[in-house]
């Protein structure tokens, strides 16, 4: 199957410090990504839709200015977690899927914890 | 937007048993339902999908049922095993994944006794 790789796997941050999270499709082209979020021991958020070449369009009650997300070519989307909070700490997790296909490939994820 | 419910949130089962996970969703225009196994820190990964024109759909010892007109699907898992112990979720989306990213259920914990 497809791969899409993410990096970085862990990171851990100063309050008020931002965070750039990369969201790599390794083997195809991705005009389309998006970002999950998952508390422990919860089920997975859809944050943000990723567009290549336009804005991101996030979901309701998801503050765009705090999670900036660019998607600057069609194997790249990148979150950038701005300003972070201890209660941002959180796994963070994008998917893609190939042109015409229908399976979301997940990358590995990131935990991210701001101290 | 989609709601997707899934239940039980936790299921214990002898190994060898079957086990059943079931999803509703509120969407009547979602036609994608895919089933995702994850472990402790990991990413999901797919273990079976189903379209909307589809009733059911089985792959060795897993199944999945749609019932489009009540909006629910089933996940079945026959003859457990230990490596089947993780976590479940299942979603819902209008486009395959691909234009419409995916709305996951609360996810089942499912536990394999020895």
């Known amino acids: 199957g497809a791969v899409v790789s993410q990096h970085p796997s862990r990171v851990i941050c100063k309050s008020g410090t931002s965070v750039k999270i990369e969201c790599r499709s390794l083997?195809?082209?991705?005009?389309?990504m998006f970002w999950y979020r998952q508390f422990p021991k919860q089920s997975l958020m859809l944050m943000a839709t990723?567009?290549?070449?336009?804005?991101?369009?996030?979901e309701q009650g998801v503050e765009k200015d705090k999670f900036l997300i660019n998607h600057a070519s069609l194997t790249l989307s990148t979150l950038t977690v701005t300003s972070a909070h201890p209660e941002d700490s959180s796994f963070y997790i994008c998917?893609?899927?190939?042109?015409?296909?229908?399976?979301?490939?997940f990358g590995q994820g990131t935990r991210l914890t701001v101290v | 937007g989609e709601n997707v419910e899934q239940h039980p949130s936790t299921l214990s089962v002898q190994e060898g048993d079957s086990a059943v996970i079931k999803c509703t969703y509120s969407d009547s225009a979602s036609n994608y339902f895919p089933w995702y196994k994850q472990e402790l820190g990991k990413r999901p990964q797919l273990i079976i999908d189903?379209?909307?024109?589809?009733g059911e759909k089985k792959d060795q010892r897993i199944a999945v049922t749609l019932n489009k007109t009540a909006k629910h699907f089933s996940l079945h898992i026959t003859e457990t095993q230990p490596e089947d112990s993780a976590v479940y979720f299942c979603?819902?989306?209008?486009?395959?994944?691909?234009?419409?990213?995916?709305?996951f259920g609360k996810g089942t914990h499912l536990i394999i006794q020895p």
């Open positions: 189903i379209r909307s024109n589809v």
């Open positions: 083997d195809f082209q991705a005009t389309t």
């Open positions: 998917s893609a899927t190939t042109s015409g296909g229908r399976e979301a490939f």
């Open positions: 990723s567009n290549e070449g336009s804005k991101a369009t996030y």
């Open positions: 979603a819902a989306s209008r486009a395959g994944g691909g234009a419409d990213g995916l709305t």
